[in-house]
């Protein structure tokens, strides 16, 4: 059973415009989220987490939001920029990680 | 700053051959994971060692072994290679595990084909 779940495998937006990423966990006992981008033939890189006693977090560019009581966060990138286009992935840290199976973005120019 | 380093980078292996996949890391991390991602999916934690000393598994040990030889390293061993094993293997470093906001720290990468 998957506790951390990623269900658009892609996405494809317009540089400039609004990436919005999603996912949904099972387990109110997560405590923290974070999110990691993952560029071909490399390792996933931290990007931004948040708390499950905030509802937002934002650093730059990136915004996660959570909503507890639907049990669901996104990650929002403002503006897309192409070099954005990699995997990311959302993790939960409740004991150790759980991470979801990553969207694909694509920003294309 | 290296950061977390794995060997080798890639590697073809037979059926029924065993391997050592080496990771060592340089931030004075107290925990330290291994795992296997395969095509269209996540991250899937193999073991995992909070701190020296102590080793755990994750959500598919099956077929591996580790050793946390010091702080800076712990290793991954196939005793006995199969080509489900074929994957790319991570390992990762934190500071902590729990529940934590403690990012974990990768490595590049192991890209292991097992024929």
């Known amino acids: 059973d998957q506790q951390v779940k990623q269900n658009s495998p892609s996405l494809s937006v317009q540089e400039g415009r609004i990436s919005i990423l999603n996912c949904d966990y099972t387990n109110s006992m997560f405590d923290y989220f974070l999110w990691y981008k993952k560029y071909p033939a490399e390792g996933p890189t931290f990007l931004i987490s948040i708390s499950s006693i905030k509802d937002k977090n934002e650093d730059g560019r990136f915004t996660v939001f959570l909503n507890k009581s639907a049990k669901h966060l996104s990650l929002h990138i403002v503006p897309s920029q192409p070099g954005d286009s990699a995997v990311y992935f959302c993790?939960?840290?409740?004991?150790?990680?759980?991470f979801g199976d990553g969207t694909t973005l694509t920003v294309k120019p | 700053n290296a950061g977390v380093t794995q060997t080798p980078k890639f590697q073809v292996l037979k059926t029924g051959q065993s391997m050592t996949l080496q990771c060592a890391q340089d931030m004075n991390h107290n925990s330290m994971y291994w795992y296997r991602q395969d095509p269209g999916m996540g991250l899937r934690l193999i073991y995992y060692s909070a701190s020296e000393g102590t080793t755990d598994k994750g959500e598919v040990p099956n077929g591996y072994n580790v050793s946390r030889l010091n702080k800076r390293e712990f290793s991954l061993r196939l005793e006995s290679a199969a080509p489900s094993q074929t994957s790319v293997y991570f390992c990762?470093?934190?500071?902590?595990?729990?529940?934590?906001?403690?990012?974990?720290?990768f490595g590049d990468g192991t890209r292991l084909s097992i024929l």
């Open positions: 990762a470093s934190s500071k902590t595990t729990g529940y934590s906001n403690q990012p974990q720290h």
């Open positions: 993790a939960s840290n409740a004991g150790k990680s759980t």
